[in-house]
């Protein structure tokens, strides 16, 4: 996937467009490397068991679109359908806007030098809810309101578990924030998100944190809806804690991201098999040191991104599993260094290092899904159910929308 321009925004955000290739690739061993690949199967059969569980559930799916970053990935999510979704910056807002979506949680604290683009996003027609866990916020989405005339959607963060930002549920200042929030017709909700839960490492650690997350979240409403505002949404989730809960009474929406790709951090926590992770970076065998044990490839950290997430877990990954063009792992083999543009692959366990001549293609599968995909402009998509001879056969090229 070319980049053929890119252009930054007035904020700095990188928006990404692409061309077809020249000759557009056939299999995973055309195009140049690196780059991602994602298996659809995989994808579909992860959209489809969260949202079989967000209705045995009885809560609204609001998927988190900050890891694909991807229209041709939102249109998987609500059975075709433009539904509402998550974001982590307006770039990426506004981006799905354009596709389409109009139902849109910015899920991130808003500063106010960002109304402007808030409220022409809401002069669009688009329901863009913002988030906030201040007086100061609040006045100042109360203010932008006002002179606009135009209500603007606001959540209060609520601290679950002392992962981030929020207010804790009993925060003496919760009504006030509200009240402010309220008379001037922008009081939406209250939102948490229980993000301690990617350290949760059993079933009933993860079942716990489901447990902090929505009873957070209700009793802030609570506590709101008894100093007489309306709480029209109790939002909550991560993909740890989506996966785990069994009661969501009082919830009214559920929200995930990571599940539609999922990575080796969930799979180190127990949330999704090895043979669930839907995203994997082909990379290129470019040279070896015997002398050292390494087979060196050319993608390094800015193909795999620099998280290492999986080194806090009792089964460190490294930078990633490595896996033949099939997606069939090597026994063994982990990329366990990374400099800017090279990879290093190594053996552990014993295992014994593989012969893989130079002009090998290789399937890194990475730690973090979203921090892996934000290091490409899209991905190569094949189907991993079907044959491959000689190698996986590229369906679709799936373009990201929005950048950082």
């Not at 989506?242 to 969501?248: K, S």
């Not at 999986?310 to 099939?326: C, I, K, N, R």
């Amino acid at each position: 996937m070319t980049a053929a321009d890119r252009r930054l925004p007035e904020d700095g955000h990188q928006l990404l467009t692409t061309t077809p290739p020249t000759a557009p690739a056939r299999t995973l061993a055309d195009p140049d490397t690196p780059f991602a690949v994602v298996d659809a199967h995989r994808v579909r059969r992860n959209i489809e068991r969260l949202a079989r569980r967000a209705d045995r559930l009885g809560v609204t799916l609001r998927p988190h679109v900050k890891t694909a970053k991807s229209l041709d990935v939102a249109a998987l999510l609500h059975d075709g359908t433009r539904g509402p979704v998550t974001v982590s910056t307006l770039a990426e807002a506004e981006a799905f806007a354009d596709g389409g979506h109009t139902d849109i949680t910015y899920a991130v604290g808003v500063d106010p030098h960002k109304l402007p683009r808030v409220l022409a996003l809401l002069r669009r027609g688009v329901t863009l809810r913002v988030l906030l866990d201040s007086a100061a916020q609040a006045a100042s989405v109360a203010e932008a309101a006002r002179e606009a005339g135009i209500a603007v959607p606001a959540q209060i963060e609520i601290d679950c578990d002392g992962h981030r930002g929020g207010l804790r549920p009993d925060a003496p200042e919760l009504v006030g924030i509200g009240r402010v929030l309220h008379e001037a017709g922008c009081l939406d909700g209250v939102l948490t998100h229980a993000g301690e839960s990617y350290f949760a490492h059993t079933a009933e650690e993860r079942r716990r944190a489901a447990e902090r997350e929505r009873d957070a979240a209700v009793t802030a409403a609570g506590r709101l809806r008894a100093a007489g505002l309306p709480v029209p949404v109790v939002s909550v989730g991560s993909t740890p804690t989506a996966h785990a809960a069994e009661d969501l009474t009082g919830v009214t929406e559920l929200r995930a991201g990571n599940y539609v790709f999922f990575d080796l951090v969930m799979a180190g926590l127990g949330v999704c098999d090895l043979d669930d992770l839907a995203l994997s970076v082909v990379v290129t065998v470019i040279g070896h040191r015997p002398e050292f044990g390494w087979i060196l490839t050319d993608g390094g950290w800015m193909a795999m991104s620099r998280d290492r997430g999986t080194s806090a877990q009792p089964q460190d990954q490294g930078y990633g599993l490595v896996a033949d063009l099939d997606g069939r792992l090597v026994p063994g083999l982990v990329m366990t260094a990374a400099s800017q543009e090279h990879g290093t692959l190594t053996a552990r366990d014993g295992a014994r290092l593989p012969d893989l001549p130079i002009g090998t293609r290789l399937r890194v599968l990475p730690n973090h899904a979203c921090a892996t995909a934000a290091q490409h402009h899209g991905y190569h998509v094949v189907d991993g159910t079907r044959p491959a001879r000689p190698a996986p056969a590229v369906q679709a090229v799936w373009n990201r929308v929005a950048g950082w």
